[in-house]
């Protein structure tokens, strides 16, 4: 059973290694009015520091926020949206939980880069893996962060519409190897590989995904994976986001056995059980 977990990983977060040997969990903090699970969004200051207080207080280690919606068929804000509705929350958390690692959800380098230098982010969360914004590859580099490379066919606003591969996995893991490339040529050492559960992919797609999701050990890097109450758990079951805990907690579980380093999540405590059961099947 040892073999479900991956060797060592390390990241390193502003000189803080974090050690993802034993895997990790990442609250979700939503700070839009469109996010596909409602109970997810933050709407004021009391409401992000609540969630963050709640994240760490249930077993979170990290805290990912977004202010861009990237469910299928989001509204596009600009930039300067974005950045508005980020920057205030940072402050907020850097004053009140200094020390937490902190990834900022976005594809935009110009985000990024007021993320980082002016909110104190960590890392840097990109659903595109650089393919929405030339520059961000440079940025991550410039800003000697972590990244999080995942992978999406399309963008939010097309990626459902009738996504094809004709090899998902050979499609799926060659086009990481060639950014991972691309990014170790710009001296980015520190990578986390996102497989991309719902972006661009069906139901069937995201199954297949995760039972192979052992695959990705060949990139010898932390892998982390998001499919908290998406529609590949209630499409199939017929049901609503708001009655996927279930289905999200059965999921993550077969997401550690298969390797995963980091579960992105919306419910934390679930998700931190599932961490300490499967580490205590491990033993053995």
């Known amino acids: 059973m040892k073999s479900f977990f991956r060797p060592k990983h390390t990241i390193n977060c502003r000189g803080q290694l974090l050690d993802l040997s034993t895997p990790a969990v990442m609250g979700i903090v939503n700070i839009t009015p469109d996010s596909f699970y409602a109970q997810s969004r933050c709407d004021n200051e009391t409401e992000v520091l609540k969630r963050v207080e709640n994240i760490l207080n249930e077993g979170g280690s990290m805290i990912d ?3 861009y919606s990237s469910r299928p068929g989001a509204a596009d804000i600009s930039a300067d949206e974005e950045i508005a509705r980020l920057l205030p929350s940072l402050y907020l958390i850097r004053k009140y939980y200094p020390d937490v690692p902190v990834s900022i959800d976005t594809f935009r380098a110009d985000v990024a880069q007021k993320a980082i230098t ?11 893996g650089g393919e929405m914004d030339s520059n961000m590859f440079d940025t991550v580099a410039r800003l000697h962060v972590p990244y999080i490379l995942m992978h999406m066919q399309g963008t939010p606003q097309t990626m459902q519409h009738e996504p094809v591969y004709k090899h998902l996995m050979n499609e799926i893991l060659l086009w ?18 996102d497989p991309g559960f719902g972006f661009g992919k069906t139901v069937e797609h995201n199954y297949e995904l995760m039972s192979k999701l052992s695959q990705f050990v060949i990139f010898e890097l932390p892998l982390l994976v998001g499919i908290s109450r998406k529609s590949m758990i209630y499409r199939l079951l017929n049901t609503t986001p708001e009655q996927s ?3 999200t907690t059965i999921l993550n579980t077969f997401a550690l056995l298969g390797g ?10 679930e998700a931190a059980e599932c961490v300490t059961l499967t580490r205590k099947i491990a033993e053995y």
């Open 65 to 67: 926020i977004g202010a």
């Open 118 to 128: 002016e909110g104190d982010a960590d890392m840097i969360n990109d659903i595109s």
């Open 176 to 193: 990481l190897s060639h950014k991972v490339d691309a990014l170790k040529a710009r001296g980015v050492n520190d990578i986390i590989i």
């Open 245 to 247: 805990l279930n289905g």
């Open 260 to 269: 995963a380093n980091i579960l992105r999540v919306h419910d934390v405590k």
